[in-house]
């Protein structure tokens, strides 16, 4: 388990006045774990998108801060764009990107709507995954009759604010605030006409033709549109969902319709950020779809960025269009100092890194031992006969091991978040009650990134064991030091466990003795599974 990361896209309503949209973008920016990626100001709907990601505490915040500046120097009561709006800050959705659930995001959305009412005392409206109430769930609906409707609209029983006053603020107007997943922008090239583009997309977008002639793909909004500066039509979709709707789906399904029309499709374009997992995604399907053998996530990534042709309009570069490469890029991760740093860290008079990261560390060395062995025993004539065992085993093992590189920053990044909560007012009873729900929070968090550790550990005995069988002899003995280095791991997160489920702001009874049986019990998964692996390699050397 690594660090939340979420996104937050809040939408102003000022989109030509520099001053103030700088001064937006610095209250972002300033503030701590948030990382500004984007702005996109448009000067004839008078509106600008923001775009920046961080952990919950930490979007929360600088949406707020946003707000804040936003309160002083926006006026409703001016404002005139072509774009629909309610408000000020119009519209601010959260959405998950890595290790963060829908969830995460609808606590953030009352986070922030609570302190936008009780600080700057305007009306909040939830949508998407944190509406309450299902007349007012997607932002068209709350939206209706705009801003210049609110005054009437917001006095009536039906809509009341979530949070704040059920009155009109004519500077402010109100504010929706909601959960949602990703909505990627998405558009295939054809060389072909504006009117057979959109022909296709009428096949493909949900609400189809109309009622009575939907499209095929669920969750998908889309039209046909012609790209002058391409000299080319392009398919252009929002996948609301690409869960749902994954990109290689809305690619695959335009090129059918494109060869039924004789059309050709050249590459695809994706606009703006787009998550990794919808990248991976592709890549999965494609080597399935070809039985391709690829371990590393930077060789899926190129492999969907060729596949779906994503470089054709204009270069996709990773590391500039990946959200979460964006977010690594301005963070400091002990996995990207070298080994000598490392351990000096380690070593250095500070509480973190300490045991916690240290036994993610041997995890992640032992898992890949196991996934050395086994590439050790694949891609030579002669072990054509247990090819097809090794490209069952060793992708499993390499995923583990990279869930475990990612927990040596999560320990840490749990020990921060507790050492902060640790700081926080404790001079009224209200403040020491919330100082204590956050101490015990973030405990737990930290109990439950060891645990994960543990369990992942001893998820892949049955893989080594079946190795150890037939594996490269020559490699065997990496084959037993990987397995004591994940005993190693269970047992640092065993001792890890055991002394923060002690830690006096950890008050959940039930909670504490459930983990404490979960250990004992992972603990011992980890002293048979390496037993197991140890036996069955002394089988094949005759070592006692």
Sequence with gaps: MTSKIIECVPNFSEGKQTKILDAIADAISSSQGCSLLDVDPGESTNRTVYTFIGGPEAVVEGAFAAAKIAYELIDMTQHKGEHPRLGAMDVCPFVPVRNASMEDCIWCANQLGSRLAKELDIPVYLYGGAATESHRTTVPQIRSGEYEGLASKITTPQWKPNYGPAEYRPKWGASMVGARKFLIAYNVNLLATKEQAHRIALNLRENGRNANNPGRLTAVQGLGWWLEEENLAQVSMNLLDHEVTPLHVAYEESCKDAEELKLPVVGSQIVGLVPLASLLQAAEYYMEKDNLFILEEDQKVRLAISRLGLSSIGPFVPSERIIEYRQEKQQSLLIDKHVKDFILSVGARTSAPGGGSVSA????????????????????????????????????????????????????????????????????????????????????????????????????????????????????????????????????????????????????????????????????????????????????????
């Design 361 to 544: 560390t041997v995890g992640a060395l032992g898992s890949a031992l196991g996934t050395m062995v086994g590439l050790l025993s694949y891609g030579n004539k002669k072990f054509e006969t247990i090819s097809p065992i090794i490209r069952r085993l060793v992708p499993p093992l390499y995923s583990t091991m990279m869930d475990l590189i990612s927990m040596i920053d999560a320990d840490t990044i749990a020990f921060s978040e507790y050492m902060d909560a640790l700081k926080l007012p404790k001079g009224t009873p209200t403040e020491e009650e919330l100082r204590y729900a956050e101490l015990e929070r973030t405990m737990k968090g930290a109990v439950e990134v060891v645990m994960d550790l543990a369990r992942k550990c001893n998820d892949i005995w049955p893989l080594l064991l079946e190795m150890a069988g037939f594996a490269n002899i020559t490699a065997i003995s990496d084959l037993q030091v990987g397995a004591k280095c994940l005993e190693t791991a269970v047992y640092g997160a065993y001792f890890n466990v055991k002394i923060n489920l002690v830690n006096a702001h950890l008050r959940d009874v039930e909670y504490k003795q459930q983990a404490d049986d979960e250990i004992q019990q992972l603990l011992q998964m980890a002293k048979e599974g390496t037993s197991a692996v140890l036996k069955a390699v002394a089988a094949r050397t005759a070592l006692k």
